[in-house]
């Protein structure tokens, strides 16, 4: 029996110019009215496609929230690995310090898109947020940096799995935002706070 052909066509003139035009459309929107308010047929509206174009390529706000901040995650994802390398022999607190001064600056440059993909999402015990590439990544870093802090320290600390998790739940979007709009805090105040509780 023959094999069936896979076909990896390019995508479509037509189409990747309907994604740029949501993608800019969508942004424009988020940028004046934030990411919740936003529903998808003021989306399609904004940027003159029909809905069913606009659900061809999206299902959900979600996806879409996804897609335009593929790129800003991927250069987070560099800049970790190039601190990391360009850290590596200094403490483990040091490393986890940047570490956490990076992502805060994601989050403060992309605070909306990051909730509203987070916001779209399953709850936490599904596998939401947490099972994105990035917060797998992150996560992991954080395991083995608490690792070393705990080795370097000579003594046994908080479980470094679980300390993660709590680390992780307290850098969720709205748990920065609340911290952010309704407390008050800068950003350097919450890494000042989050450096104290956690390492």
Known sequence: MDQPVINCRPERKDAAENRQRILDAALRLFEEHGVEPVSMNQIAAEAQIGAGTLYRRYRNKNEL???????PVDQLSRDIKAYLQGNNSSPP???????LALFLQFKEIHAGLIAGVEHSSAPLGAHSRTSTSLYEEFHQLLVQLFEEVSLEARQAGPDSVFRADMLMIALSSDSYLFQRNVRGNSQDTILDQLCQTFI
């Open 65 to 71: 929230c996804m897609d335009l901040i593929r790129d």
């Open 93 to 99: 607190s040091e490393r986890l310090r940047g570490l």
